[in-house]
């Protein structure tokens, strides 16, 4: 694992896992590893088991078989997928953010600035919007110095605006801080263009590597129609090409890395 | 000059609802009213269990709220009876065994009203030592879980995923108000316990920004209906019980009256 000097420091690894709730076989021998660094996407249709796979990664489901590896004391900075918090809790923005961790409180309004959310301080939780709460609870996982970003399609009710600055935010993040980040999505196209590594799982892994490979590889246009494919391949050219107009080709590899 | 008998009521009466009222709050954000209900109906089982085997009855109640609690808990874990169904069994099978090993004491002369309904204005200075005694052990271990348990309250599978132990918190949560329910049976009765962890609560949940303010206002609330409650059943010659909890609700009333007002200036 350790021996290629490009790979990054690995934070979770997930070899071999199956996971059978009742009959149902929702996860089978997938294998996949999170390093420093370093953005990983899972993408895959309604039902693949992106999320089982997540939850299974930060350990809050069992897995049936094989093992999930945590880097000792790994601390997990955890956005789930519910956008709401129940009205009858009274809570505001920097109450929330306060208790996230021991000496969180001191640090609120520095991370609010942080994720584009000064002004929303005082706001009662529950009046946020969608892109606002997620800004809220990733202020709230920096909060804990997290070494690994877990986002459980982070975009739900966002609208392309604010999907774009999002990740432009999490880009940045990783570079700054040096996190890793776990992704689910199966909005596919803007997921491609921020990642370092895609994982096509649909209760396999059907295909995995650099964003560009995935979107030309034929499981990843079985699983998700050739439209989709193309048009993947499409938006991928368009943003790594911006500047080539005499038609020379940038291997991917390089215009893609930025993290060097 | 004011007589004992309403000092010491308003003394238990005091410390029950100030206890009640944090751990009420996490009743209603968790809604788990049903739960303390069950609580509630099947201490009587409890006071039986104490008259039949001759302990404090208090005592009795805590033992049967902790063994209620401790089989809600392993019950979770099964998914073909509803845990609303289960409460349901638990809470009226616990009366009704209650009420029928009641009748079975033919030598005591039992007051099923006083269990029932509550009579605090006959609280003695050893109900008031349970009252404050397992008043400060509740409050402590609140203080205690109250991080862990709000941020399971705001969402279980975040705090889980962070590393909350869920299952300890959650029992150490029950368990408390297994106690609660022992400790306020003589202010208001097994049947309107519940009404001191919940009604305070609520009273106060539109003027309040954060959970911890909730928490005091709630106690504040608590306090206010006892007093209020307790005057009133002087002046109308009224129940005890059941004029507290009147008192209450119209702090409730109230309370939702100014969260309105509010909510429509803001």
């Given at each position: 694992?350790?021996?290629?000097?490009?790979?990054?420091?690995?934070?979770?690894?997930?070899?071999?896992?199956?996971?059978?709730?009742?009959?149902?076989?929702?996860?089978?021998?997938?294998?996949?590893?999170?390093?420093?660094?370093?953005?990983?996407?899972?993408?895959?249709?309604?039902?693949?088991?992106?999320?089982?796979?997540?939850?299974?990664?930060?350990?809050?489901?069992?897995?049936?078989?094989?093992?999930?590896?945590?880097?000792?004391?790994?601390?997990?900075?955890?956005?789930?997928?519910?956008?709401?918090?129940?009205?009858?809790?009274?809570?505001?923005?920097?109450?929330?953010?306060?208790?996230?961790?021991?000496?969180?409180?001191?640090?609120?309004?520095?991370?609010?600035?942080?994720?584009?959310?000064?002004?929303?301080?005082?706001?009662?939780?529950?009046?946020?919007?969608?892109?606002?709460?997620?800004?809220?609870?990733?202020?709230?996982?920096?909060?804990?110095?997290?070494?690994?970003?877990?986002?459980?399609?982070?975009?739900?009710?966002?609208?392309?605006?604010?999907?774009?600055?999002?990740?432009?935010?999490?880009?940045?993040?990783?570079?700054?801080?040096?996190?890793?980040?776990?992704?689910?999505?199966?909005?596919?196209?803007?997921?491609?263009?921020?990642?370092?590594?895609?994982?096509?799982?649909?209760?396999?892994?059907?295909?995995?590597?650099?964003?560009?490979?995935?979107?030309?590889?034929?499981?990843?246009?079985?699983?998700?129609?050739?439209?989709?494919?193309?048009?993947?391949?499409?938006?991928?050219?368009?943003?790594?090409?911006?500047?080539?107009?005499?038609?020379?080709?940038?291997?991917?590899?390089?215009?893609?890395?930025?993290?060097? | 000059?004011?007589?004992?008998?309403?000092?010491?009521?308003?003394v238990?009466?005091?410390g029950?609802?100030?206890?009640?009222?944090?751990?009420?709050?996490?009743?209603?954000?968790?809604?788990?009213?049903?739960?303390?209900?069950?609580?509630?109906?099947?201490?009587?089982?409890?006071?039986?269990?104490?008259?039949?085997?001759?302990?404090?009855?208090?005592?009795?109640?805590?033992?049967?709220?902790?063994?209620?609690?401790?089989?809600?808990?392993?019950?979770?874990?099964?998914?073909?009876?509803?845990?609303?169904?289960?409460?349901?069994?638990?809470?009226?099978?616990?009366?009704?065994?209650?009420?029928?090993?009641?009748?079975?004491?033919?030598?005591?002369?039992?007051?099923?009203?006083?269990?029932?309904?509550?009579?605090?204005?006959?609280?003695?200075?050893?109900?008031i030592a349970w009252i404050y005694g397992g008043g400060a052990?509740?409050?402590?271990?609140?203080?205690?879980?109250?991080?862990?348990?709000?941020?399971?309250?705001?969402?279980?599978?975040?705090?889980?995923?962070?590393?909350?132990?869920?299952?300890?918190?959650?029992?150490?949560?029950?368990?408390?108000?297994?106690?609660?329910?022992?400790?306020?049976?003589?202010?208001?009765?097994?049947?309107?316990?519940?009404?001191?962890?919940?009604?305070?609560?609520?009273?106060?949940?539109?003027?309040?920004?954060?959970?911890?303010?909730?928490?005091?206002?709630?106690?504040?609330?608590?306090?206010?209906?006892?007093?209020?409650?307790?005057?009133?059943?002087?002046?109308?010659?009224?129940?005890?019980?059941?004029?507290?909890?009147?008192?209450?609700?119209?702090?409730?009333?109230?309370?939702?009256?100014?969260?309105?007002?509010?909510?429509?200036?803001?």
């Amino acid at each position: 694992m350790a021996t290629d000097p490009d790979t990054p420091e690995p934070l979770v690894r997930a070899d071999g896992v199956d996971l059978r709730i009742g009959r149902t076989q929702i996860l089978s021998h997938v294998d996949m590893t999170v390093g420093r660094g370093e953005i990983v996407t899972l993408v895959g249709p309604n039902g693949a088991g992106k999320s089982s796979l997540v939850r299974v990664i930060l350990g809050l489901l069992k897995p049936s078989g094989g093992e999930v590896w945590r880097q000792p004391g790994l601390r997990v900075g955890y956005l789930p997928q519910t956008l709401s918090i129940d009205p009858v809790l009274p809570i505001t923005v920097r109450r929330l953010l306060a208790l996230a961790g021991p000496g969180a409180a001191d640090k609120t309004q520095a991370v609010l600035a942080e994720v584009g959310a000064e002004e929303l301080a005082d706001r009662p939780l529950q009046e946020l919007s969608g892109g606002e709460f997620q800004r809220v609870m990733l202020g709230r996982a920096l909060l804990r110095n997290p070494d690994l970003l877990v986002l459980d399609e982070p975009l739900r009710g966002i609208d392309l605006g604010g999907q774009l600055a999002l990740y432009d935010l999490i880009g940045r993040l990783r570079r700054s801080r040096g996190i890793g980040v776990l992704m689910v999505s199966h909005d596919l196209h803007i997921v491609m263009a921020a990642t370092d590594r895609v994982i096509c799982l649909n209760q396999h892994v059907c295909c995995s590597g650099a964003p560009e490979a995935v979107s030309r590889s034929p499981e990843y246009a079985a699983l998700f129609g050739p439209a989709a494919a193309r048009r993947l391949a499409v938006y991928a050219h368009q943003h790594d090409h911006a500047h080539d107009l005499h038609g020379h080709v940038v291997e991917n590899s390089k215009a893609a890395g930025g993290r060097a | 000059m004011i007589d004992d008998f309403l000092v010491r009521a308003l003394v238990a009466g005091v410390g029950v609802a100030v206890v009640a009222a944090p751990l009420g709050c996490f009743v209603v954000w968790r809604r788990m009213a049903y739960f303390g209900a069950t609580l509630a109906h099947s201490a009587l089982l409890g006071v039986a269990l104490g008259l039949v085997l001759g302990f404090d009855l208090t005592l009795g109640v805590a033992v049967s709220s902790v063994a209620v609690t401790l089989i809600v808990v392993l019950f979770q874990r099964q998914r073909l009876i509803g845990s609303d169904t289960l409460l349901g069994i638990l809470a009226h099978s616990g009366l009704a065994i209650g009420l029928v090993t009641l009748s079975f004491l033919h030598g005591v002369r039992v007051d099923l009203m006083a269990y029932l309904f509550g009579d605090v204005l006959a609280v003695t200075m050893g109900d008031i030592a349970w009252i404050y005694g397992g008043g400060a052990l509740v409050l402590a271990t609140l203080a205690v879980i109250w991080r862990p348990l709000l941020a399971l309250t705001i969402h279980e599978e975040l705090a889980r995923a962070e590393g909350v132990p869920a299952l300890r918190v959650q029992i150490a949560f029950m368990l408390t108000l297994a106690v609660t329910v022992a400790i306020a049976m003589k202010v208001v009765g097994v049947l309107l316990i519940i009404s001191l962890l919940i009604i305070p609560a609520a009273a106060v949940r539109g003027v309040s920004r954060t959970p911890e303010q909730m928490a005091i206002l709630a106690a504040a609330a608590g306090g206010l209906s006892v007093i209020a409650g307790l005057f009133a059943s002087l002046r109308w010659d009224t129940p005890s019980g059941p004029s507290i909890v009147v008192a209450a609700t119209v702090l409730f009333t109230l309370g939702l009256a100014v969260g309105a007002v509010r909510q429509a200036r803001a």
